[in-house]
């Protein structure tokens, strides 16, 4: 078979990838997350008569229980795979890829399952976290003097 | 006003990550590692928090709030302590993301079974 009648074979059966139906859909559920964010800064703040900086701190302890809580069901998975970017950039997916990690390996054991392998896939968003802040707030204090 | 503000800013910064998605090989984690790095870096010249004032909630849900509060508190900290205040701070308001996420999975982990 030659070769140009091959690839265009290939072509025609793999699936196309919309970026345009995808982008859209991120910045849905992004914009969704965002909103539900503010909604529940704004439910907290009125409801315990506190300052809306604690409020945000409650946010995202809710935000990362119900991640968490999602991911055990197995539903966030299958969002995820819908939404994409829209789920894995809040801070659900930090919730999410810390769960999923203590999921899959809790069957070796506390120490050397969960206790060990919890952090392999959100451990290099804090890592670079560290890092980064770390070399910038160093810039910073020396260039600019705090 | 600030719900629209909220929707747009979350929506643009989840956009940007699916774009990063779609056209290069990065992997999900290459993702949320720069934008943490990025949210640092615009923390450092208070822009952050500028946009946080602006879009709220839709600021404080993407990763990139999470490398803001780190330089935020190190930074804070940094103004009474110097250089050592760099690591006293660093946690001060991060602490609250990473603690929650730890327990809640590590509870949560051991009542539940992965589904597949």
């Known amino acids: 078979m030659e070769k140009n009648k091959y690839k265009r074979l290939v072509e025609k059966h793999t699936p196309k990838e919309n970026s345009l139906y995808h982008g859209l859909l991120a910045f849905i559920a992004g914009g969704m997350m965002g909103v539900i964010g503010q909604f529940l800064i704004d439910v907290y703040s009125s409801l315990l008569h506190i300052p809306s900086s604690d409020a945000s701190s409650y946010m995202i302890i809710t935000l990362i229980f119900i991640g968490c809580l999602l991911t055990c069901f197995g539903f966030f998975d299958k969002w995820v795979n819908f939404a994409k970017a829209g789920l894995i950039v809040p801070i659900t997916g930090f919730a999410h890829s810390m769960m999923s990690a203590a999921l899959e390996y809790r069957k070796e054991g506390m120490v050397t399952g969960i206790g060990a392998n919890m952090l392999k896939l959100s451990g290099s968003v804090i890592i670079f976290g560290i890092v980064s802040a770390y070399v910038f707030g160093l810039i910073r204090l020396i260039i600019f003097g705090g | ?116």
């Not at chain 2, 600030?2 to 090989?25: E, M, P, S």
């Not at chain 2, 790095?37 to 990763?63: H, Q, R």
């Open chain 2, 1 to 116: 006003m600030i719900y629209v503000n909220a929707f747009i800013f979350a929506g643009l910064v989840c956009l940007i990550g699916q774009i990063i998605l779609d056209y290069t090989k990065l992997t999900p984690g290459h993702v949320t590692s720069l934008f943490v790095c990025i949210g640092a870096f615009l923390d450092t010249f208070e822009i952050y928090d500028k946009i946080i004032l602006w879009a709220g909630g839709g600021a404080l849900v993407p990763i990139t709030s999470f490398g803001h509060s780190l330089i935020h508190g190190a930074l804070e900290r940094a103004n009474n302590f110097g250089i050592m205040g760099l690591a006293m701070g660093m946690f001060d308001m991060t602490s609250v993301g990473i603690v929650s996420a730890i327990i809640f999975s590590f509870f949560l982990s051991l009542f539940f079974e992965p589904k597949d």
